[in-house]
């Protein structure tokens, strides 16, 4: 969509919005598989800062990431995986990015789409404490307010001058991770109440982590 003009309301109708004046949580990741963490986190922050939707974004072309499943799997994945709830949504935006997918690009192409848009981003401590790494933070914090999750072994770092600009969740610290699943599958093991039944039987169909 070029700058300048508005959304076309039949598209703001596919994405199940009421009007353009919405807070959005923007949760992106590689989702290699999508799991109950990841709904249990949505859910959350969704609830904890009275978000009118959570925007999940499949990675297409991480910029730290070499080894991972094809982009329609893993976006096919998420949308069976958010498909009951009706405050969570999709978006292929990366996959329309040229090179690498920096999160300071990919939150300029959200806004275009969604121009009245507020913007959140949802990160880990993990992903905070490495902040500095990130290309161009200062764009990132101009273009959305930054929640950052508590993990498991993380301390959330006072990091200047980025740190007083954060909002820090109480979520539960959720130990599941996609490495985990992927494991488990591998080694023959049962990944039942990790992911929704139909991405389980999604990964069985097309045979997904065996190797």
């Not at 859910?43 to 959570?54: N, T």
């Not at 001058?161 to 979520?171: C, G, V």
């Amino acid at each position: 969509m070029k700058s300048g003009k508005s959304m076309p309301k039949k598209e703001y109708r596919d994405w199940g919005l009421k009007d353009r004046n919405s807070s959005f949580g923007i949760l992106g990741g590689l989702f290699d598989p999508p799991h109950i963490g990841h709904l249990i986190i949505g859910e959350w922050v969704l609830e904890e800062f009275r978000l009118d939707k959570i925007i999940f974004v499949p990675a297409y072309n991480p910029p730290h990431k070499n080894h991972y499943t094809p982009f329609q799997h893993r976006y096919e994945m998420t949308r069976i995986a958010i498909k009951k709830n009706e405050n969570f949504l999709i978006s292929d935006v990366e996959r329309k990015i040229r090179g690498k997918s920096y999160t300071f690009r990919v939150l300029k192409v959200l806004k275009k789409i969604y121009r009245d848009g507020e913007f959140y981003l949802i990160i880990g401590a993990d992903q905070w404490n490495e902040i500095d790494n990130w290309k161009y933070p200062e764009l990132i914090f101009k273009e959305a307010r930054v929640i950052v999750l508590p993990r498991p072994h993380y301390r959330i770092k006072k990091i200047k001058p980025f740190y007083n600009k954060i909002l820090i969740s109480k979520a539960p610290l959720v130990d599941i991770s996609s490495t985990l699943i992927r494991a488990r599958i591998k080694n023959g093991l049962s990944i039942e109440y990790l992911v929704v039944p139909e991405v389980a039987n999604y990964i069985r169909r097309n045979k997904l982590y065996l190797t």
